[in-house]
């Protein structure tokens, strides 16, 4: 899943520096006791297994590290959070500027009482397995869920009837400044697959409220989720989370099957036959095959329904067409 600090929808923004990556960049940037890798490919890191390279890829050594980075970096390179990927297209061209990838202590999990408070870089079924092996109840439904805790919070991630909004408490986030601020959860303004948080801030952690529970009961749940979803998900497959969000009163997937959409393919992209509201990589798609196929399931829908379908998975950085004009 994608979260923090800037959207790269509109692919003009620093596609200068994305063409020369290596000597243009690295030498702007303040030192910082992580590392920094220029030119780092991130296809094999997506579950869509598609996209271009990060003009710089930024893992922080901790929460310091990140905070003095971004104080002092130029405010006019792009800089984004990329985390388990799960719900997001990298575009073919590549990301420009600096690609942040949390881990370390970014993905430490520790329980307070009922409460589990949890790095953004923890995986959302890890923290649900840490509050069933404490038989604490209520974070059931993240095991449902693929990609971190820093991305459910960007989307208000839900599943299964509950939503991040109904179990968070708090989060702390830095901003492009570097300065970390404290939110509760009622100043997040969470509604359905949005948060209302200022798209500059980093969530670095969130706490959870839990109640006991039975530690059986728990763990059935939590497989009956696991059965669920590899039953009705083309969850072994190369693909992301739901591609689209439901809109009001509908479900994606419904509207995309009656307007036969099911199995429709672009290039190597395909439209899942399991589920439909899914998107597949077969073998040799493209993110350009997907993001394309994408675009003629919604004026399909559009057409037969007359509902514009939202896009749930995040698109990301430059096209090839943009990076291959820049560079010429």
Request: charged share 20%; proline share 5%; aromatic share 6%.
């Amino acid at each position: 899943m994608l979260y923090g600090i800037k959207n790269l929808l509109s692919q003009p923004m620093g596609l200068n520096s994305c063409m020369n990556p290596t000597e243009n960049l690295i030498p702007r940037l303040p030192a910082v006791r992580g590392r920094l890798r220029a030119n780092a490919p991130l296809a094999g890191q997506t579950w869509f297994r598609v996209g271009g390279a990060a003009e710089v890829l930024f893992k922080p050594a901790d929460a310091a590290d990140l905070a003095e980075f971004l104080a002092q970096c130029p405010t006019d390179i792009p800089i984004q959070v990329i985390g388990a990927s799960s719900n997001l297209i990298i575009r073919d061209g590549g990301l420009p500027g600096v690609s942040i990838k949390l881990g370390g202590e970014f993905a430490e999990v520790k329980i307070n009482g009922d409460q589990i408070i949890a790095g953004t870089a923890a995986l959302d079924t890890t923290i649900a397995q840490h509050a069933a092996n404490a038989s604490l109840t209520g974070l059931e439904f993240l095991s449902g869920i693929p990609g971190t805790i820093g991305g459910a919070l960007r989307m208000n991630a839900g599943a299964y009837g509950t939503e991040i909004k109904d179990i968070l408490y708090s989060t702390t986030a830095i901003d492009r400044a570097g300065k970390i601020h404290t939110i509760s959860v009622q100043d997040l303004d969470l509604t359905y697959r949005h948060c209302g948080a200022p798209s500059d801030w980093i969530f670095m952690s969130a706490t959870f409220r839990t109640t006991p529970g039975d530690a059986t009961e728990i763990q059935n749940r939590i497989a009956e989720i696991k059965f669920a979803r590899e039953t009705t998900q083309p969850v072994r497959s190369r693909t992301g989370g739901s591609t689209f969000a439901n809109p009001e009163g509908y479900k994606a997937w419904q509207l995309i099957d009656a307007a036969g959409c099911r199995g429709m393919r672009t290039g190597g992209a395909k439209v899942s036959e399991l589920h439909c509201n899914f998107l597949l990589n077969t073998g040799d798609a493209t993110a350009a095959d997907l993001e394309n196929l994408g675009e003629q399931v919604r004026a399909r829908v559009l057409e037969h329904s007359g509902i514009e379908l939202r896009w749930e998975i995040q698109r990301i950085g430059v096209p090839p067409s943009a990076a291959k004009q820049e560079a010429a």
